[in-house]
Structures are given as C-alpha cells and as structure tokens.
C-alpha cells in the first residue's frame, strides 16, 4: 500500500464547494465547485462540475466548467460549454477496455499562447 497522502472524494460522496489541497485528489464521487491541487483525476464513476486549477489532471469520467492545467489526459465525458486550458493536451479516443471521450461544444487551449504581432504590415501602400 501506498503511503502518498491522498485527497478521497469516494464513490457514493457528493462535495459542493471549494476544495484546496497540497495533496494529489481522486474523485470517485461528485464534486460541484473549485479545486486547486497538484493534480487532480476523476475516476470513471466521478464527475467534477465547477473550475480547476492543477498542475495534471486526468479523466476518465464527467468534467464540466473551467479546467487549466500544464498537462491534461482525458479519457471520459467533457460536457457542454467546458474550457480546457493547458500547455499538452492528450486525448484517448478508444482503447480495448471500452474508454471513449466524448466532447460537449468546448474551448481548448492548449500550448503556450501565441506571439503578439508586431505592428500589422498587410494593407500598407508602398509609394
């Protein structure tokens, strides 16, 4: 047995509010609000409503609202009006265990934003 400390939400728990930890945190249950963690997964029976703000976050299960994270998996349920914020994105799309992702209408950003522009060239007359 692992001796990481952990933060459970667990099957059959439903959690609204925010939730701040310094330990990693597993949803198996509900989460309705805002997590800030090192990292956050949600299990295939979990589903996370709300924002997030983690260094990784790994799904396998429902997420919806405002995610931003350096580096996301996703293996589950991304609802409706969803934003997913992060620097690598990797999405699996089918697997032999039967996991799909399924993507609501959603905002992806994923990279470092581009370059501001200089001052525009284009349109200018030469003379």
Do not use: H, Y
């Amino acid at each position: 047995m692992s001796d990481e400390k952990r933060t459970l939400v667990e099957e059959g728990t439903e959690l609204t509010g925010s939730l701040r930890s310094t330990c990693p945190v597993t949803v198996r249950g509900s989460i309705d609000g805002e997590i800030t963690a090192p990292s956050l997964a949600v299990s295939a029976s979990g589903r996370v409503k709300g924002r997030a703000k983690v260094e990784e976050l790994v799904s396998e299960g429902e997420i919806a609202g405002q995610f931003e994270a350096s580096n996301i998996r996703l293996s589950g349920v991304v609802r409706d009006d969803t934003i997913l914020k992060a620097k690598t994105l990797e999405v699996k799309l089918a697997s032999d265990d039967g996991l799909v992702v399924a993507f609501g209408k959603a905002l992806l950003e994923v990279g470092d934003p581009p370059p501001k522009p200089d001052e525009p060239t284009s349109g200018k007359k030469r003379g």
